[in-house]
């Protein structure tokens, strides 16, 4: 649906359309992935997630996925979603088909959480498989919701050949094709797999996979090719953060420029669809021992720049209006969306028409923690749309 709407003068950058490879976005307020833990009975979306995605997708410019899982190893939630079976791409495809008949485009998050697994979450013990690293170096801190006792990070098994995980990528990656999305994001932030292999402090391989910056972003940039390969380089997208934090991610700020500057430059020379630049996040960086993790910096200065050819995009605590300034001074070409969409169905219609923002997101919500259907609507499927006369 596009809206005849004019909308107001502040948020007008926002509704240019927006060429996202063969594609078109009809405005540029996407969705960001957001964990909602609510793939019930298992890891297979269901009609619940159905009705969530197709009502966000009446106006969104693009949707980008809940982090969804390459494998069934590797996930602290019970109820994420996977992309793993042919069960999930039958799943998947309920999702993609109601986006599109809403109009929408969806892409697929690509996520492998590497050590910020636990050997005792559910999926991971059906996996059969152990906690996976670069190397075997714990994280600290840790917080594992739906383990009983809520136990930190574990010391994590050292991946013996990291292009065995590639080929992972590659098979969802298929599997996502034939789910009819348009196109697929790997998840190289917040301290997941790829990000542990860039860092320095969680990577001290000394193979070909770590020790130089070339070395150590080689898993970020052959899990993109692997995806390059299946969808061809103008359907994908890669997301980082930087400034670190989540997940006990981080390096001195030098360094963080210097790896993130090449990882950046390199990706982009691949001519990859969009390169998402997140913005630090203080609320996901703890305090451990004392000390936050991160390295705050601002991020569209820092690397923007440095993308010639992929659409430049950004996420975390946007305003529309701050969204459209960056977008009309050329510094950003769309803003990833994530609380306000969770609390406004209807988040991109709303700016459109000038309307408020005025639902109050639940964060006792966010993620599901029961298996009914019922309880799981809850600060899911049910925030109301404003009025539209
Ligand atoms: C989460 O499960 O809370 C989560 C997942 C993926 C992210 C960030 C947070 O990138």
Redesign the pocket.
């Known amino acids: 649906m596009s809206f005849p709407v004019k909308p107001p003068a502040n948020v007008a950058s926002l509704f240019t359309p927006l060429k996202l490879g063969p594609n078109v976005a009809r405005n540029r307020i996407f969705m960001s992935?957001l964990?909602r833990?609510r793939s019930v009975p298992t890891n297979v979306p269901n009609d619940l997630n159905v009705e969530y995605y197709r009502q966000r997708a009446k106006s969104a410019g693009m949707i980008v996925t809940?982090?969804t899982l390459i494998s069934q190893q590797g996930t602290?939630?019970p109820n994420?979603p996977g992309i793993w079976s042919k069960e999930h791409v039958d799943a998947w495809k309920k999702v993609t088909d109601a986006v599109h008949e809403e109009g929408g485009l969806i892409y697929i998050q690509l996520?492998h959480l590497g050590r910020s697994d636990h050997p005792d979450a559910p999926e991971q013990i059906a996996s059969g498989q152990p906690v996976y690293g670069p190397s075997a170096i714990a994280a600290r801190g840790g917080k594992f919701r739906h383990i009983p006792g809520q136990p930190g990070y574990v010391t994590p098994t050292e991946i013996d050949d990291p292009s065995t995980i590639i080929a992972q990528y590659k098979q969802a990656a298929q599997n996502a094709m034939e789910a009819g999305f348009d196109g697929a994001e790997l998840?190289g932030?917040?301290g997941?797999l790829p990000h542990q292999f860039l860092d320095s402090t969680s990577n001290h391989r000394t193979d070909a996979w770590g020790g130089s910056i070339p070395n150590r972003a080689k898993f970020t940039l052959e899990a993109l090719r692997a995806i390059v390969d299946v969808w061809g380089k103008e359907r994908v997208g890669l997301?980082l953060t930087p400034g670190g934090g989540?997940n006990d991610m981080g390096m001195p700020l030098d360094e963080t420029k210097e790896t993130f500057g090449y990882l950046v430059q390199e990706a982009d020379k691949m001519g990859i669809g969009y390169i998402v630049l997140a913005r630090y996040w203080e609320l996901?960086d703890p305090m451990i021992d004392g000390k936050r993790r991160g390295t705050p910096h601002d991020v569209i200065e820092a690397y923007g720049p440095l993308i010639k050819n992929s659409q430049k995009f950004s996420n975390t605590q946007f305003t529309p209006e701050e969204a459209a300034k960056y977008i009309s001074e050329g510094k950003l070409d769309a803003v990833l969306f994530g609380t306000a969409w969770i609390a406004h169905p209807d988040l991109a219609k709303r700016v459109q028409y000038g309307k408020p923002l005025d639902n109050q997101p639940d964060p006792k919500t966010f993620?599901g923690h029961s298996t009914d259907l019922e309880e799981l609507r809850k600060g899911y499927t049910d925030y109301p749309e404003a009025k539209y006369d």
Do not use: D, R, V
């Open positions: 992935p964990t833990n809940e982090g602290e939630w994420a996520w998840h932030a917040n997941y997301k989540y996901g993620y």
